[in-house]
Each structure stands twice: as structure tokens, then as C-alpha cells.
T-cell receptor, first 116, second 114 residues
Framework: AQKVTQAQTEISVVEKEDVTLDCVYE???????LFWYKQPPSGELVFLIR??????QNEISGRYSWNFQKSTSSFNFTITASQVVDSAVYFC?????????????FGDGTTLTVKP | GAGVSQSPSNKVTEKGKDVELRCDPI?????LYWYRQRLGQGLEFLIY????????KSGLPSDRFSAERTGESVSTLTIQRTQQEDSAVYLC????????????FGSGTRLTVV
């Protein structure tokens, strides 16, 4: 069985602060995929990033960066110099196995509020 | 279409009535998923369609829930004899390479059972 834990239910920061959203996952599969999605107040989930279990290289995309560590089963997401538009619910998700069916298990989400 | 389209966007129904929710995936996307999101919670997998293969119904919570898909196009999720615990946002997603490459989600249908 797969499990995704996002221990931080809500985070509030002031604009321009850096913020890290934690994600810890559990799976017995050796092949798996990790995702982050953003759900702004409008409600539509937006895909942000995908990593596979064989690629631990960290990734940076503008103000966003992701730290994947298999040793701690974590896939944390950092927003640098946060902006009000970053306010949203962020979900971490896991899809495991080789079937490519891609049923994802989602965490409960972290609500990020960025205040001006 | 340009994105995943879901209708209606909002639905209020009386307990015991049947409802149908519709999803139009992105053209050419062979994989289609339904998820349920209760207030303040994560997404709960319901059902998965891939091309002409038999659907994976392992997430459907009861036999009151069913879904169909016509080929690689529109899907409908039907909830019979709705209960108050069915109140949630029902999200549809599609993918052209399988869910291991991530989904494109629709805006969801907010279902309220009164």
C-alpha cells in the first residue's frame, strides 16, 4: 500500500519569505513517481512536477525547487521569495509500480497563505 | 478541447436522488480518472479508464457509484440514491501517457446533497 503524509496542514508566511512544504511517502515498490500539484482558490489542480524513483537529482524551476531524498523517503518543495499568488493548497502525490496505470495516492494537502 | 471540461460545475440534489456528472477529457488523452475531494481533505481515487481496457473500479466506495466512458471520449459518473456523505468535489483528470506522467485536471463538480 502507498501512503503520502503532508504533516503541515497550514502555513502562513509574509511575502518574500522562503517556505518549504514537506512530503513524506511510503511504498514497497522500487519503481515509483512523485508529484506536486497546486490548487489555487479557483479550484483547478495544476501539475507542477514529476520525479521518478531512479532520479534523485534536485530540480529548480524559477522560484520553485524540489529536494528528493530516498534515504528519508521525502520529496520536499521550496518556494523562494514567496508571492501572494503562491497562496494555494499544495498536494504531494505518489504513483507506484510498473503498470503505468498511474493511480496516484495524494496527501491531504498543505494550505499556504502568503500575506502581503 | 483545450482542457478537461466538467459539468455541471455545481450540483445541489436532494438525498435519495440520482445524479450524473460529466467529464470531457483532452482530445487524444487515452487515460481518464475520477477522484473525489471531501472538504479539507486530499484526493480519493474512484475509477480509471484506459483506452478499451476494462476500467479499474477499485476505488468506488459502494455499488451506488458507477461510471462509463465512450471509447476515448466523454465519461459520466453516476451516483444513485445520493447520501449526505456523497457531498464533495468530484474531479476528473486525463493523461496522454498514463498517470505516471501526471494528470491534467478539470475544475471539478461540487456536489451538495441536502
Amino acid at each position: 500500500a502507498q501512503k503520502v503524509t503532508q504533516a503541515q496542514t497550514e502555513i502562513s508566511v509574509v511575502e518574500k519569505e522562503d517556505v518549504t512544504l514537506d512530503c513524506v511517502y511510503e511504498t514497497r515498490d522500487t519503481t515509483y513517481y512523485l508529484f506536486w500539484y497546486k490548487q489555487p482558490p479557483s479550484g483547478e489542480l495544476v501539475f507542477l512536477i514529476r520525479r521518478n524513483s531512479f532520479d534523485e537529482q534536485n530540480e529548480i524551476s524559477g522560484r520553485y525547487s524540489w529536494n528528493f531524498q530516498k534515504s528519508t523517503s521525502s520529496f520536499n518543495f521550496t518556494i523562494t521569495a514567496s508571492q501572494v499568488v503562491d497562496s494555494a493548497v499544495y498536494f504531494c502525490a505518489l504513483s507506484a509500480g510498473n503498470t503505468n496505470a498511474g493511480k496516484s495516492t495524494f496527501g491531504d494537502g498543505t494550505t499556504l497563505t502568503v500575506k502581503p | 478541447g483545450a482542457g478537461v471540461s466538467q459539468s455541471p460545475s455545481n450540483k445541489v440534489t436532494e438525498k435519495g436522488k440520482d445524479v450524473e456528472l460529466r467529464c470531457d477529457p483532452i482530445s487524444g488523452h487515452t487515460a481518464l480518472y475520477w477522484y473525489r475531494q471531501r472538504l479539507g481533505q486530499g484526493l480519493e481515487f474512484l475509477i480509471y479508464f484506459q483506452g478499451n481496457s476494462a476500467p479499474d473500479k477499485s476505488g468506488l466506495p459502494s455499488d451506488r457509484f458507477s461510471a462509463e466512458r465512450t471509447g476515448e471520449s466523454v465519461s459520466t459518473l453516476t451516483i444513485q440514491r445520493t447520501q449526505q456523505e456523497d457531498s464533495a468535489v468530484y474531479l476528473c483528470a486525463s493523461s496522454n501517457r498514463g498517470g505516471n506522467y501526471g494528470y491534467t485536471f478539470g475544475s471539478g463538480t461540487r456536489l451538495t446533497v441536502v
